[in-house]
Structures are given as C-alpha cells and as structure tokens.
C-alpha cells in the first residue's frame, strides 16, 4: 500500500545542495513526489511504500548536506496519495513569509579547489568558481528565495556546459545559483596606475597583480563582501606605506596566507586553531606568533604583538593569486581609516584610489559589505572579536516567539539585529558610527537586513545614550522604543545566545555606556532577570578629566585616578606641565570632568603610571599592551567593597609602591590582572546567585578572560559567556533585542 507524506524543513537549508540531495535520495529509494524550495524553508512531498518512505524520512534529516543547518522538520502523511512515478523538482514560489535562512558566504571547497588547480579541467584558472558546498551567498542575494534572478549573478546568463550541470541533478553545480566558467561567468579586469583598464585574459590579469604585490605595490582586490587592500607582508617599507596612505598607524594587519603549512612557519596552530582556520566561514584567526618567523613577517604588519590576524585564501580568485607572487600577503579591508569597506567599483575608485597603486577588479556586483570575521581561540572556547563573513546572517534561535523588533545597537562596532518569531538576525558588523561613511551605512543596513526578510517592526530598541546616532535613528522611526542600559545590553546578549530569563549575575566591564544615573558606567555587576535589571555594584566612581578625550588620552584616565586619591600627577616628565596643570584644574573647578566607573579606564590608568602606553592608537591599545606584558604570578594587590562600590584606591597605592621600588612592569601586570580575578569570584560570591554572565569588550582580554572563568569554575559557579557573538559592542544588539522581546513577549 503506498502512503504520502509532506514533509517541510526550515533553517539553513537553501543554496546548499539539498534539493540534489533530496532529489537524489528519492531516485535511489525509487520513490515519486516532489520538492521545491520556498521562501519559508524545503517541501517535499514523498510517496511509496510506507517503509520506504519512513527511510527517506529518516535519511532526509541524518544523511543532510554538510553545510546545511536544519532548525526545524515537520512530517505530516497526506489523506490522499496520487497517481505519479517520478520525482521533481518544482520551480521556487517567491509568496509566503520570508523565514527562511539565508547562508553566510562559504569558503571554496577542496572540489572547487581542484577543478581551478587542474589544466584539464574546463574552470582551470577560473576566479569564479563554486557550487553548491561553497561559494557566494550573502553577499550576492537581492531578495529570497535564493534563486538566480535574486542575485547579482542575475546578468551572467549561463553557457550551455554550466546549464547542463546546473539542471543535472545529479551534479555538484546542480541547481548552484552563481555557478558560471570563464565562457559565461564574471570577469576579473586588471587596473594599471594610470586607470587605464587593459585588455587582458583572465591569466594575463593575475599575473599582473601578482609581479606587482612582488614588486612591492599596494593592490586593491575585490574579494567577496568587498574591497580589500593586500601587499606583501614581508616588505617594510611597503607596509609603512600602506598604514600612512590608510591613515592607520599601529593597529595590527592581519595577513592571508597561501596555506596551512606556511602559517606554521609564523604562528604556532593548535587543532582547534587549524579547524577554525579551515572551516567554511574561514575566518581571521588571532594566532601566537613562533619565534622562528619563517616568512620573515616584516615587524610593522602587527607591531608589539604577541598575536598575528592569519587567514587562508577562501576564494577562487584567492587561491589563484597566491598561487604565484608573495606566500603571505597583509589583507585589510579597502578603506581609509576607520570607514566601511569599499564594495562597488566605482567607490573603490574614488576612495582607494590614493592609497592602492594598482586594482584587481571584477565585474560580478557585490550586494551589501561583509568584512572578514575575526575570531580567537582560547582555553575557553572560541571568542568572537568582529562577526560578519562566513557568519553574518546566521540566525540566533530563541526558547520563545518575540514580537517582531529591530534592535539598533550601540556606537562603536556597531551591528543591527531584526528578531522575528524564535529568532533573532544580527547583522554584519558594521563599524564606528561616528564616521560619517559608517553612518551612512548603517542607514543602508538598517533599511537593507529588514527589506531582505519582508520584516516590518513593531518595536526599535536602542541604547540608553541619547547622543548615539543609533538612537537618534530609532527615536526618528515612529514606533513604540525600549531603550536598554548598555551594559544590561552585554549581560542581555550573553542570556540570549544561552536561552537565560532567569536570575544571573552579571560582570559587565568595558569602555563606556551611559549609566541609568546619567553618568559613565564601565565597571558593572547587575542582577539581571527576565527583562529588567538591578545595579548590584561598580567599580567606585572616579573623575574623567576630558570625557571621550581620556580613551585615547590614558593619562587623563591615571590624573583621574590620582586625584581621586589625593595624589598630584607626576607626569611633567612625559607631558608638558602646562597640560597637566590645565587638566588638574579642569578637575578642580569640575569642567569637562564627568565621573566614571569604567573598568576601561582604570585599565588605561595603571598602563599609564606604568609608562606602558600614554597614548592610544586604537581602540583598547593600551588594555591590550598592558595585557600583554603581564607575567605569570600567584600575587595579587588588595581591594575592598564599601557599599557594593568596588574600592580599588588600596589596589593603586600598591602599584604605586610596586612601581617605585623597582618591581617590573610584568609582575605589576600580572598582579593586577590577578587582582581583577579575585574581583569577579568575591564579587559573585556576595552577590548569593549560582550563575554568572561575562559580557563587555573588556573580555576581549584573553587572560582576565580564561583566568576569570577557570577562578568563578572552580568556586563552583556556572559561567555563562558569549559564544557566537563579540563580548564587545558587536554583541549589544542581540542584548537589546532578547530584553526587548522579554519585556514584550507575546
Ligand atoms: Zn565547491
Ligand atoms: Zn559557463
Ligand atoms: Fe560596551
């Protein structure tokens, strides 16, 4: 007797071969029916004997593409079977609501790999190659369901050779959106200095990029999610260049590498390290460095660090470009300072044109900007710094349906989110809204994820700040706003990825955040429940002379400090006395010196009194060299509670004493940090809850961080920190979203 059955799978389960597979699957158990693909996940309708069709059941979920995510499957049998005896592939439906994942773009797979590496091969050399395990996705699709003509591959119509693969379905290319070959597919276009394109092959173009990355020229490439900027890593003079044309002094560079071997030769990987590495999202991963260098890394690409951003090749054009010309190459994204990558060809020319000497372009359109991830892997886990290529727009998944809300995230690393149902969409990071480029872009976003997703909002939620832009955006909408404390926000964001609504304690520490007091908050513990929160403690207030000035000033950050204990700054020796009286007397008469509880700051404090770093050039760059010189040590400074405020000015007098007898700045560092631990336990001990929430960019810290879990495991509390998302602000949208979605739930 034969049976019916439809069958509907949601998640990330277009784009990704599934209807070949299910296709093939039903051919071999030789049984009838049908599958499309619509914008709300997989159907299938399946008929035959009731065992059969139970097996394919069965097989459908456990036998599933690689790359693909199932969220959800549901099974209903059919009343009535009907008179058929094949299987089919429908043609996409576009009606319907848009639930379906959308796939982050995926790194080349070995197959690809092999077809571009192979002479006799019809895409040997092909910059544009891919299939259904690997390819473009995010930042090709216009609309969904994922389908040609919703993609920038829309204008390349397929040659004969790629048609057949592509309604083969028992090809890999079968059914590949941006499946193409030289004959029919995009083109790469090589741009001398003079911006005279020439009229090259494909080959005679790389080949040109590539003596020109030897010769030591600065190339802008048109990767995936947009422009990139690469010369040779082993070129100092070519390096400096660079960071005085992108106007980026010191932040380090991360490289890409032509393949696993040769990073060994530079950083020391760990099987984890090497599983991130080559996974399909192929991230920057932060690696330790190895003393021998092999590759002779010039010393500007990440100067006085420990660490190196490294990532494979992870497209076609990629991997042939590494093939010939330098092994290791600086990559950082195509632009000036600290504005949005570059992604269409004309804007590359306006902006990167005084910074790149030459341009390897292409005429495939790029759809939004997705920068490359950068990821870090520690004793803890793995730990999310900037989340966006191979990541962006995976969903996280919720216990419970939320209204329908966009949440518009912080100021600095700025990302977006829309939450629909059990799920919530953070965007890729977006960047500095205080750059003029960034905002705009963020305006672009804003208007872009929630278009993609046929999404309207009920609700906006933002930050408290009123000055943020992103704010003032969500107020300008028109619809009911949240505004949610941003280092509630953190401990939000960490709940949400761990499905948390009840009871955590929460240790928020990073830069800045507009407190519920109108002063700068930094330094947080918060009991948080459901959707509210209660400050529990903070770090003891200290006066910030010049506000904002002091994060990249730390030296106003230890004035503050000193003041605070009665001490007069001795800096004459590093700045001008003039200056420093000016900034002890804005703190006498109160001027521009609002009160702060940042654990930031106190960060940039004791890097200054150390003579560590006395000016920043990037964000967290004196955290970060403090960090960096600490020593292992079991010794620590005292602290005290007065009133739930964490008095730190015993902690200070020790370091100043430390410093002033000649014990090393490591040792000091190591102290501190130590010092920090002992906070968090003390601080959950007294606080009587069992579960505790890491959150704010001050984890970013990998010692604090994995020092910090391993003390709160070991006095037996469950810690819960950021899995997918930054600690940082990259993360405050999700926070905003699960608090906004708790306090209005359906
Ligand atoms: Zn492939
Ligand atoms: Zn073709
Ligand atoms: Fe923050």
Known sequence: MLIRTYITICGAVQGVGFRPFVYRLAKNLELSGNVANTSAGVLIEIQGTKDIVEEFCRRVVSDAPEVSVIDEVKFQDLATVKDESSFTIIH????????VTILPDLATCNDCIDDISNSENRRYGYSFTNCTNCGPRFSIINDIPYDRPNTEMRKFKMCPNCQKEYDNPLDRRFHAQPNACSVCGPKILFIDTDNNPTPLNEKECLKLAQQSLTNGKILALKGIGGYQLLCAATQLDVVASLRKRKMREEKPFAVMVQNLETIK?????????????????????????????????AINVAPENPYLGVMLPYSPLHHLLLNNGPKVLVCTSGNLHDEPIAISNSEAQTRLNKIADVFLTNNRQIARQVDDSVVRQTEKGA?????????????????????????????LKNTIAITTNNRTILSQHIGDLSNQEAYQSFLKIVEDLPRLYDFKPDIVACDLHPDYLSTQHALSLGIPVISVQHHHAHIASVMAEHNEDSSVFGIAWDGTGFGTDKTVWGGEFLVCEKGNFERWGNLMPFPLPGGDLAAKEPQRSAIGILYKLGLSANFNHLWNPNEVKLVEQSLEKNINTPMTSSIGRLFDAISSLLDIRQITAYEGHSAMMLEFCATNTD????????NNELDWRQMVLEILKDRDTGVSNGEISGKFHNTLVNIMVDSAKLSGLRKIALGGGVFQNRLLFEKGISALQKAGFEVLTPINVPANDGGIALGQAFVAGLVNQC
Request: hydrophobic fraction near 30%.
């Open 92 to 99: 996409s439906d576009s009606g319907g609501s848009k639930t």
């Open 265 to 297: 030769q530079i950083c020391d990987v760990s099987e984890e390290e090497e599983k991130l590495l080559t996974s399909i999202s192929a991230p920057i991963v932060l690696l330790q460095k190895n003393k021998s260098n092999k590759q002779k890394i």
């Open 383 to 411: 730990q999310f710094l900037r989340r966006a290529r191979g990541y962006a727009p995976f969903p996280i998944i919720h216990k419970k349906d939320y209204p329908n809300i966009l949440s518009l995230g912080a100021h």
């Open 635 to 642: 010794n620590s400074y005292s602290f005290d509670w007065l």
